[in-house]
């Protein structure tokens, strides 16, 4: 590196400086991808879902392509055949693991173990891939997060479920276990039970605690869970010499917690509402506004749960974007993210109604107008002239072997 590059890199950590925005575009159209969109469907059904990777290969392509940064599209450099190998490697752990738990309580715990080994590092190789395989102007992107950083990031958000799901199977194992009292004993142990009654309830009532318990604290801790993994993969994000940072606070993150948990609240309740609406429904058909009550209860009946579960998804995408894509820095460039949920829930809306009045055709058209929407929220700044300074990267490799070995072994969790 030159020593203007220096100079600037000594000088960026808080980016003061603005030299300029980089354009950011997506240059798409819903006819384009509708095309891809019906050939990846047809012959996924047709080979039975075998074609799948290769589909998943073909519209991430195309969504990347017609990307734009500064006039320059990015690439996908991916094969279809890497995503089946490493997706049936993943396959290939969770049906041990199932097969381990359909054959016993042991076997179950073992396939427990297993996915708490074996998880973190396939989280890891998702991203690794998924970076490798995108470049922009000849110049790959890489991960530079460890797999010692990747077991403390993730195993914190596994190993509640793991416990849960260790305590469903103990609860399993002993109701199974448990003897069989005859019939013709149980006149004589009647008085027996009366008296044990009150301390087995007891003990089921202390034991069913402890899974209460595990969900109410993995419920407190899970945005500082989420900050820590989203962290990792954030931190490491790498192209050419720039390495990415989050700066975000953990407790951004509990604000986001919190009303994210209030509008699931809400979303439940406006589900439990319905029958209570159709109740009403019930009691209004008698009289002269029957009629009026009928179709104000059938709609909102129907369009409570829907705008519900419309503004909960809306709110995490929106937020979620303008979090992590909105406070990325590095030496020389700056995110920020104005994705605004109102905007994501009306186009929400819109696609979800053209969806369904054409019956599932819509769905590229929806696909590609919500990515246009996130694409424009992005604003990309740079105290440099960074083309030039990309250019001046060339062809560096920050895999060796292990990335030649992660393209054709490629794992993608969609994360």
């Known amino acids: 590196m030159n020593q203007f590059s220096r100079d600037i890199r000594s000088r960026s950590s808080g980016l003061p400086l603005r030299r300029g925005v980089m354009v950011l575009k997506f240059t798409g159209s819903g006819g384009g991808y509708f095309r891809i969109w019906l050939v990846n469907q047809l012959l996924t059904l047709l080979t039975l879902g075998l074609y799948y990777p290769w589909a998943k290969v073909r519209t991430l392509r195309y969504f990347l392509e017609k990307t734009k940064l500064s006039g320059h599209a990015f690439g996908f450099h991916g094969k279809g055949y890497s995503v089946c190998a490493g997706n049936a490697l993943a396959a290939a752990i969770m049906l041990l693991a199932f097969a381990g738990a359909e054959a016993s309580t042991a076997g179950f715990l073992l396939g427990c173990l297993l996915l708490a080994l074996v998880g973190p590092m396939l989280v890891r190789a998702s991203w690794c891939y998924r970076m490798r395989s995108t470049s922009w102007r000849g110049v790959r992107f890489h991960f530079s997060g460890t797999v010692r950083d990747a077991y403390s990031s993730v195993l914190p958000v596994l190993l509640p479920l793991l416990l849960l799901s260790m305590f469903g199977a103990a609860d399993g194992a002993s109701g199974a276990t448990a003897p069989a009292v005859p019939p013709a004993l149980v006149v004589d142990v009647a008085e027996v039970a009366e008296v044990a009654e009150v301390a087995e309830v007891a003990e089921v009532a202390e034991v069913a605690d402890w899974p209460l318990l595990v969900v109410l604290l993995w419920a407190s801790l899970l945005p500082y869970f989420y900050w820590r993994l989203q962290s990792y993969q954030f931190n490491h994000l790498c192209f050419g010499e720039e390495t990415s940072q989050l700066r975000v606070s953990v407790a951004h993150f509990y604000v986001f917690g919190a009303i994210l948990y209030l509008l699931a609240l809400l979303m439940l309740l406006s589900f439990g509402a319905m029958p209570y609406l159709m109740r009403l429904l019930q009691q209004a058909q008698q009289g002269a506004a029957a009629t009026h009550w009928l179709a104000l209860a059938v709609v909102l009946a129907a369009l409570l749960p829907v705008l519900a579960l419309a503004t909960f998804l809306s709110y995490v995408q929106a937020q979620r974007q303008n979090t992590l894509w909105g406070n990325l820095r590095s030496a020389h460039i700056r995110l920020s993210s104005q994705l605004a949920c109102r905007q994501v829930l009306g186009m929400r809306l819109r696609n979800w109604l053209f969806t369904l009045l054409?019956?599932?055709?819509?769905?590229?058209?929806?696909?590609?107008?919500?990515?246009?929407?996130?694409?424009?929220?992005?604003?990309v700044e740079t105290n440099c002239d960074f083309v030039s300074l990309v250019d001046s990267y060339g062809e560096l490799d920050h895999g060796g072997s292990f990335a030649v070995a992660g393209e054709f072994l490629g794992l993608d969790l969609g994360l």
């Open 358 to 379: 054409t019956l599932g055709l819509y769905s590229p058209f929806a696909a590609v107008a919500m990515y246009r929407l996130q694409v424009a929220a992005i604003r």
